[in-house]
């Protein structure tokens, strides 16, 4: 099965810090992506990535930014961490249009 | 825009029942549609994907069924169990613009009770 393993389980961070999100996949998978998961907001995209060194804005790009140098690692980067960047952050991979596999979230609370 | 919908929000019922879950999308011009289940404080587990071109997918207990030109598609739990409890959330992956900005439902919380 695909293993999509994001390093952080939990993250405490305060205002103003730099953040990295890492993700990494197991399965050579082309496309990668990460979200933000809010109560009745449901998953929102951030940003994806069709290959190494591509990236591509999703609905809610502002804020934040990405780093593909690898092709079976994604990284998000919040450049100055906000209270409203408060959320679960999701890492999610698929092969071309198929099955997309999430890894087990990220809960980031920002003070 | 594709707009996903999942109607009821939540629900329960007791162990042992037959379930439908619905999910309705607006834009008929999909690649497929995922169905995922999530345990609070989790990611996202895959169930089942159906193609475009396909009417259904079954996977064990689970049966999800695809009308593309009505823009519906159910997940039918058989012989539910208190394990089943999660939310369920159904996926749309766009035919086009390269098939990445998939559009999610906001998903059914079930409660299967004992």
């Known amino acids: 099965d695909v293993k999509v393993t994001q390093s952080s389980r939990y993250l405490v961070k305060r205002t103003g810090e730099k953040v990295f999100l890492e993700c990494v996949q197991d399965?050579?998978?082309?496309?990668m992506f990460w979200y933000r998961q809010d109560p009745g907001l449901g998953l929102r995209l951030i940003y994806f990535?069709?290959?190494?060194?591509?990236?591509e804005k999703g609905d809610i790009p502002e804020g934040y930014s990405v780093s593909r140098e690898k092709k079976e690692r994604f990284s998000l980067i919040l450049e100055s961490a906000s209270t409203n960047q408060t959320s679960m952050y999701l890492c999610?991979?698929?092969?071309?249009?198929?099955?997309?596999?999430f890894g087990s979230g990220t809960q980031l609370s920002v003070l | 825009k594709q707009e996903v919908t999942q109607i009821p929000a939540a629900l329960s019922v007791p162990e042992g029942e037959n379930l439908v879950l619905n999910c309705s999308f607006t834009?008929?011009?999909?690649?497929?549609l995922q169905w995922f289940r999530q345990d609070p404080g989790k990611g996202l587990t895959s169930l089942l994907l159906?193609?475009?071109?396909?009417r259904e997918q079954t996977s064990g207990r689970l049966n999800a069924s695809l009308d593309k030109s009505s823009g519906r598609s159910t997940l039918y739990i058989a012989a539910s169990q208190p394990g089943d409890s999660a939310t369920y959330l159904c996926?749309?992956?766009?035919?086009?613009?390269?098939?990445?900005?998939?559009?999610f439902g906001t998903g059914t919380q079930l409660k299967v009770e004992l």
């Open positions: 834009d008929s011009a999909i690649y497929n």
């Open positions: 999610a991979s698929s092969f071309g249009r198929e099955k997309l596999f």
């Open positions: 996926a749309v992956r766009p035919h086009t613009g390269g098939g990445n900005k998939l559009t």
């Open positions: 990535s069709y290959d190494v060194k591509m990236k």
């Open positions: 159906i193609q475009s071109s396909q």
């Open positions: 399965m050579d998978h082309e496309n």
